[in-house]
Nanobody, 131 residues
Framework: QVQLAESGGGSVQAGGSLRLSCAAS????????MGWFRQAPGKEREGVAS??????????YYTDSVKGRFIFSQDNAKNTMYLQMNSLKPEDTAMYYC??????????????????????WGQGTQVTVSS
């Protein structure tokens, strides 16, 4: 099993920045492929970004709405990944979830950002952006 713990959410004004963290523990070899998802009230959970900790080099992937604003990074020594969110907009307001699966091999970019391909989930951290 893999346990995921998110942190770093909060409230910020539009244009501001936040950095989310996701710490993995347990059978971390099962978490080579990791993703960030978000869910706003009344909406489906959507993929934000996906990263492969040990390749392929085509990663990370980002959903179009966050490209150029969000940056996905990782510290493998700490089994922790980060989502740096810049130029935040009110439409970024959502609960953000960290997710993992054993590897990213054979996933298309669309699949890597689809929740059904992930086995492990964190509890989420709230991000609220005010205008």
């Amino acid at each position: 099993q893999v346990q995921l713990a998110e942190s770093g959410g909060g409230s910020v004004q539009a244009g501001g920045s936040l950095r989310l963290s996701c710490a993995a523990s347990g059978d971390t070899y099962r978490s080579d492929c990791m993703g960030w998802f978000r869910q706003a009230p009344g909406k489906e959970r959507e993929g934000v970004a996906s990263i492969s900790r040990n390749g392929p080099t085509t990663y990370p992937y980002y959903t179009d709405s966050v490209k150029g604003r969000f940056i996905f990074s990782q510290d493998n020594a700490k089994n922790t990944m980060y989502l740096q969110m810049n130029s935040l907009k009110p439409e970024d307001t959502a609960m953000y979830y960290c997710a993992a699966r054993s590897n990213c091999r054979f996933l298309s970019s669309r699949q890597a950002l689809s929740k059904q391909y992930y086995n492990y989930w964190g509890q989420g951290t709230q991000v609220t952006v005010s205008s």
